[in-house]
């Protein structure tokens, strides 16, 4: 069962950057796709960035250009650089495998908090 651990998270002005970070165990971390999700308050948790096994990434339509998903194999670590930042990026920032997300698992860390404000 994975298990994950989000930090980085703060406050930014806008047009600020921050750089969130994912330590994950529990499972064979090279073979997993990973993902970054957020939830605002009153919304749905949204899938915001991806990353497969082999590096190929997707990047939901409001982050794209200004948001970076990488991973460290060797740390079992997957990272977001956000860039750009905008007040409409304030949201919990969850991180978890790929196949949870589709398989709607109810696993999730407890997230790292992003405000954008000035």
């Known amino acids: 069962q994975v298990q994950v651990v989000e930090s980085g998270g703060g406050l930014a002005q806008p047009g600020g950057s921050l750089r969130l970070s994912c330590a994950v165990s529990?499972?064979?971390?090279?073979?997993?796709?990973m993902g970054w999700y957020r939830q605002a308050p009153g919304d749905e948790r949204e899938m915001v960035a991806s990353?497969?096994?082999?590096?190929?990434?997707v990047y939901a339509d409001s982050v794209q250009g200004r948001f970076t998903i990488s991973r460290d194999n060797g740390k079992n670590t997957v990272y977001l650089q956000m860039n750009s930042l905008k007040p409409e990026d304030t949201a919990v920032y969850y991180c978890n495998t790929v196949q949870n997300w589709a398989r709607k698992s109810n696993y999730w860390g407890q997230g790292t908090q992003v405000t954008v404000s000035s």
């Open positions: 529990g499972i064979s971390f090279s073979g997993y796709a």
């Open positions: 990353i497969t096994s082999s590096g190929v990434t």
